[in-house]
């Protein structure tokens, strides 16, 4: 069954710490995101990708970082992690096509201490 | 730049009663509309979507949307809800030009069904 997996789903961990939030699509498509949600506020994309080594910064300044070795895994790295990244981070899949529906995985609630 | 208001933040309604969840969009050229849900601990799912044709959108679980050109709205309604639609729904819209059909999130409804 084609889907959108996250890991972790939860994630606890001190100031400081190198973290990387997984995500892998099972569908095939080119375009991968990453969105932030805060409660009560809307998502916010703050990486995309094309395909296999592009990657492009989203409209909220972020200081995670992405890379695409591989069309299906699209994970984002936290160097030093900060009570301010708290938060929930999505990922999303689609096609190339224009305006398409965008898939989203379960997402990783994220607390930094 | 695309923006999306939900007019309402928190929405409680009776099982069985009808629904309607307000989504505005600014107007552009080209414009396409989606509503997911998101259910506790989960992530998006897709109710419906408008790219073009009929304005009037029919989406999975009962749901249905207009497209209002010129009222630049796309609200969401239910005739008779379930407690099992107790969920955040969130309006997107999308454009073609620099954002290459980026989507743009309202900040959400929550919509409360009580039995």
């Known amino acids: 069954e084609a889907d959108i997996y996250q890991t972790p789903r939860y994630l606890v961990i001190g100031t400081g710490k190198k973290i990387t939030l997984e995500c892998s699509q099972t569908m095939g498509h080119d375009k991968m995101y990453w969105y932030q949600q805060d409660p009560g506020m809307e998502l916010h994309l703050i990486h995309y990708s094309y395909g296999v080594n592009s990657t492009e910064k989203g409209d909220l300044s972020s200081e995670s970082t992405v890379s695409r070795i591989r069309t299906e895994h699209f994970p984002l790295t936290l160097e030093s992690a900060r009570p301010s990244h708290t938060s929930q981070y999505l990922c999303?899949?689609?096609?190339?096509?224009?305006?398409?529906?965008?898939?989203f995985g379960p997402g990783t609630r994220l607390l930094v201490l | 730049a695309q923006s999306v208001t939900q007019l309402d933040s928190q929405v409680p309604v009776f099982e069985e009663a009808p629904v309607e969840l307000r989504c505005n969009y600014s107007?552009?050229?080209?414009?396409?509309l989606f509503w997911y849900v998101q259910y506790p601990n989960q992530g998006l799912q897709l109710l419906l979507k408008?790219?073009?044709?009929?304005?009037l959108v029919k989406g999975i679980n009962g749901f249905e949307a207009e497209f209002n050109k010129s009222q630049t709205s796309f609200h969401l309604r239910k005739p008779s809800v379930h407690i099992s639609d107790t969920a955040e729904y969130f309006c997107?819209?999308?454009?073609?030009?620099?954002?290459?059909?980026?989507?743009?999130f309202g900040k959400g409804t929550k919509l409360s069904v009580i039995p």
């Open positions: 999303a899949s689609s096609d190339l096509a224009g305006a398409t529906t965008q898939y």
């Open positions: 408008y790219l073009s044709g009929s304005t």
């Open positions: 997107a819209a999308s454009s073609s030009g620099a954002g290459s059909y980026q989507l743009t």
């Open positions: 107007s552009s050229v080209s414009v396409y």
